[in-house]
């Protein structure tokens, strides 16, 4: 029997296909659960799971039909399990509802889980008109957290590419933070170009920077540096936002140690969970990030996420 940090990978697996059949809810109102593991039970893309003691693939002399349905009965089951947990993880927040063998989908007042879904079900982020969803994810993860921080925290997106507003180089982006005396001083290392040009230093790993304001304007803030994944390969991010990797242009950054944190799209399963934070830092994924919105920000901020995010989800469910 493997561990969970073992199962881990076969646990974020079986969140991916409880994406799928969410998503399945969302086009159509309702979805039986099994539907959306049908078809890789017929193609064979769920051969590899394990149906029991009596065999690799089941008990000895099975029928192969046999076996697929044990197959697809242990899938089926993971898959409800992943649902029954995020109702539990969530209860008002999440916009299903679990009735016998039917997934029914509830409209959310934010729209934000829905907008998350969408990117993960989206058939490229990296593509045009679809860019607009890991950019619009960024951005919404600052103010989010900036929400979750309470009313006396402020917000900046400064990863790349970046308003206009915030600077076209890594410099004037992070200017924004040298307003509070003796953090984030400005002070390349010998070699390094005073103004670095965005092809020698984009973000350095930097997506949005959420600053807790203090009763004065004297030093010592605390900050919250995020690095966003919406990607397939967003395990592989957890170590991109590094102090070491910031002193190569600083002489100091904050006074009080940063605290990274990591924001994703995904729901991501409890040992991947774990995982994430030893490396990572904070983890804000689907399940959080939704739940600060809708139980942390108030009526007119929750209709601003609404506004922003319904169009980019309609985007992908027309595609």
């Given amino acids: 029997m493997p561990t969970p940090y073992e199962n881990r990978f076969r646990a974020q697996a079986i969140s991916s296909n409880a994406d799928q059949t969410e998503w399945d809810a969302i086009r159509r109102g309702s979805v039986v659960i099994d539907a959306g593991v049908r078809d890789d039970t017929i193609s064979g893309a769920i ?3 394990d149906v029991g003691d009596g065999g690799d693939d089941g008990p000895p002399g099975s ?7 044990l197959r697809m009965d242990a899938e089926v089951g993971g898959i409800r399990e992943e649902l029954e947990r995020r109702h539990g993880l969530m209860n008002e927040t999440y916009p299903f509802r679990l009735d016998g063998e039917r997934l029914i989908y509830v409209q959310s007042v934010s729209g934000f889980y829905e907008f998350c879904l969408a990117i993960c079900q989206a058939e ?6 679809f860019t607009k969803l890991p950019r619009g994810f960024e951005r919404l993860s600052a103010k989010i957290i900036q929400y979750y921080m309470g009313t006396d925290a402020v917000s900046f997106h400064v990863g790349w ?13 992070m200017k924004h933070l040298e307003l509070i005396p003796y953090e984030w001083i400005w002070s390349p290392e010998d070699g390094k170009p005073e103004e670095p040009a965005p092809r020698n230093a984009k973000d350095e790993g930097i997506d949005f920077v959420v600053m807790k304001k203090l009763m004065d304007e004297r030093a010592g803030r605390l900050y919250v540096l995020g690095q966003c994944a919406c990607g397939d390969d967003w395990n592989t991010k957890w170590n991109e936002l590094s102090e070491a990797r910031l002193r190569k242009w600083f002489r100091t950054t ?5 605290v990274r944190a990591f924001s994703t799209p995904f729901l991501l399963a409890d040992e ?3 995982e994430a934070t030893a490396q990572a830092g904070l ?3 689907r399940a959080r990030l939704t739940k600060i919105v809708e139980l942390h920000a108030n009526a007119v901020e929750i209709a601003e996420v609404a506004d922003h ?11």
């Fill in 254 to 258: 904050a006074l009080v140690p940063f």
């Fill in 63 to 69: 029928e192969p039909w046999a076996e697929a349905d």
């Fill in 124 to 129: 490229s982020i990296t593509r045009k008109p």
């Fill in 309 to 319: 995010v319904r169009p980019m989800s309609e985007m992908v469910l027309a595609a």
């Fill in 283 to 285: 983890v804000f994924d």
């Fill in 272 to 274: 991947m969970l774990r």
């Fill in 161 to 173: 590419p970046r308003d206009e507003a915030i600077g076209r180089n890594f410099k004037t982006a």
């Fill in 47 to 49: 051969e590899d799971i």
